[in-house]
């Protein structure tokens, strides 16, 4: 708990320091504390910078200052090991697939062809490669109207896929835009769309709006993507395209989505007169808001036309 109180207290006091030093898109700001002004000022008022006294609860430990330099060193030697265990991890497969073919006899141009393009079939590069075309193709996402029903006319396309950058994983020999483990979280729907539009905070997985079924393991988690999938795109076919941002910080995001939340259909009430915020609810559970409004809607047209 002391620990917890010092680091509470360093954020407070360094607040303003940390808003002009690091990116506007710094996980850090994806904490809620950083979202609360009215809170960081009532903290700053009980936050003092002076130096220890016998009394206090709290004293320095005197941690040496380039603790952070080695953490940042180690960090970039993990991120290195673990790009050369995926390249190792795909080029033994495609060279044990070629010198299967070479030992039974002699290949011609033809053949070794043909090996090699059965090779990359293996391992799934065309799916991945037709995957990213049909992106640029159509970069308003695909079968965005077989989601659930809507109420107004095809919703107008969005470029999100031109500069925005993916990163690609090796999964069981295969390309994969996310480890075999992955699955979409259950999350705010606040944090849902900063994932789609950011990536999650650690970097490891890219925007999730380009996440497609082949890069998850399981039916049950590419159920779950199209469940998500489909929420996420009620809220980007709001957003008018001279206001949506390719490559959004998380303050962006947040923006975009507070611009068109009212015009979600959720209720901010709930059956026993309860305030709550549309932002804060799970974002399978506002999807299931809408697609159960959006069935009372049709049932009241339809009795109202018999």
Request: charged residues 20%; contains cysteine; proline residues 6%.
């Amino acid at each position: 708990m002391q620990v917890g109180s010092f680091l509470l207290a360093s954020l407070v006091y360094h607040q303003q320091y940390l808003r002009e030093s690091l990116n506007a898109d710094h996980p850090i700001y994806r904490n809620a504390f950083f979202g609360n002004n009215e809170l960081l000022s009532q903290l700053q008022h009980r936050v003092a910078c002076r130096s220890a006294r016998p009394s206090d609860r709290i004293r320095p430990t005197g941690v040496p200052p380039h603790i952070h330099l080695l953490a940042a060193i180690e960090s970039q030697a993990q991120k290195m090991q673990e790009l050369s265990v995926a390249v190792g991890a795909l080029a033994p497969t495609v060279v044990e697939m070629m010198k299967a073919e070479l030992s039974f006899n002699y290949l011609s141009p033809t053949e070794l062809k043909a090996s090699i393009t059965r090779a990359f079939n293996d391992c799934g590069v065309p799916q991945l490669m037709e995957s990213v075309r049909r992106q640029l193709s159509h970069p308003g996402h695909a079968n965005a109207e077989n989601c659930m029903p809507r109420d107004h006319g095809p919703a107008e396309e969005h470029v999100d896929s031109r500069s925005a950058s993916q990163t690609l994983l090796v999964t069981q020999s295969r390309l994969t835009r996310a480890p075999s483990d992955f699955d979409i979280p259950s999350m705010s729907l606040l944090c849902a769309w900063e994932h789609w539009c950011c990536g999650d905070p650690s970097g490891r997985i890219g925007p999730y709006r380009f996440l497609q079924w082949q890069d998850l393991s399981t039916t049950r988690k590419r159920k779950t993507l199209s469940n998500y999938r489909c929420m996420m795109l009620e809220i980007q076919n709001k957003i008018p395209v001279n206001a949506w941002i390719q490559t959004p910080t998380v303050s962006q995001a947040r923006t975009m989505l507070q611009s068109v939340v009212s015009e979600l259909s959720i209720q901010d009430v709930t059956p026993k007169n309860r305030q709550r915020r549309t932002d804060q609810l799970k974002w399978s559970t506002a999807l299931n808001e809408i697609r159960k409004n959006r069935r009372v809607l049709r049932q009241t047209h339809s009795l109202t036309a018999t």
